[in-house]
T-cell receptor, first 110, second 111 residues
Framework: KNEVEQSPQNLTAQEGEFITINCSYS?????LHWLQQHPGGGIVSLFM???GKKKHGRLIATINIQEKHSSLHITASHPRDSAVYIC????????????FGKGTLLTVNP | DGGITQSPKYLFRKEGQNVTLSCEQN?????MYWYRQDPGQGLRLIYY???????QKGDIAEGYSVSREKKESFPLTVTSAQKNPTAFYLC??????????FGDGTRLSIL
């Protein structure tokens, strides 16, 4: 079993819909990251969380440390949000190493 | 603008050949990383370096080598010992626990 599990693997939505991507992890962590990978392959860091909730534009990330669970929400989704969204955690006492989920492929249709 | 530059974008390797992937950053970050991405799998750590002249093996270091002679540069060599090198390779850098900055990647294929 992977230390970081994401669901769903694939998600198709219509423009304007509210989207939720989930991430569960099985180890103690110091931080959780949400990343975005566009079709060209480059990766951008969206959020780093250790508790609570963060918001940036239409993106909201939450984390529940007790339940070892995080969610990434996208409000008013747009076709340009189409990408792979990746959850990753700093664990094992290392402040440097990340363990990654397999990613969620989001497609937003106009 | 500060960032990470990976080159080349596409690379082809012949059987038995070593190839080197370049990664340069001008973010003044101490830590640098190399990851491998295969279809349907999460990124896996190959090597990382926290300071110049020091680096550690990640989860899948066999068949790869690195050097860190300068803070800005962390080249990755895919040796002939790596029997399945076809993958997408990503370089990243960070300051301690801060979010990692990623390059645009190099796609390596076998001729």
């Amino acid at each position: 079993k992977n230390e970081v599990e994401q669901s769903p693997q694939n998600l198709t939505a219509q423009e304007g819909e509210f989207i939720t991507i989930n991430c569960s992890y099985s180890v103690g962590i110091s931080a959780l990251h949400w990343l975005q990978q566009h079709p060209g392959g480059g990766i951008v860091s969206l959020f780093m969380l250790s508790s609570g909730k963060k918001k940036h534009g239409r993106l909201i990330a939450t984390i529940n440390i007790q339940e070892k669970h995080s969610s990434l929400h996208i409000t008013a989704s747009h076709p340009r949000d189409s990408a792979v969204y990746i959850c990753a955690v700093n664990s094992g006492g290392s402040n440097y190493k990340l363990t990654f989920g397999k990613g969620t492929l989001l497609t937003v249709n106009p | 603008d500060g960032g990470i530059t990976q080159s080349p974008k596409y690379l082809f390797r012949k059987e038995g050949q070593n190839v080197t992937l370049s990664c340069e950053q001008n973010l003044n970050h101490d830590a640098m990383y190399w990851y491998r991405q295969d279809p349907g799998q999460g990124l896996r750590l190959i090597y990382y370096s926290q300071i110049v002249n020091d680096f550690q093996k990640g989860d899948i270091a066999e068949g790869y080598s690195v050097s860190r002679e300068k803070k800005e540069s962390f080249p990755l060599t895919v040796t002939s010992a790596q029997k399945n090198p076809t993958a997408f390779y990503l370089c990243a850098s960070s300051i301690r626990v801060q979010p990692q900055h990623f390059g645009d990647g190099t796609r390596l294929s076998i001729l």
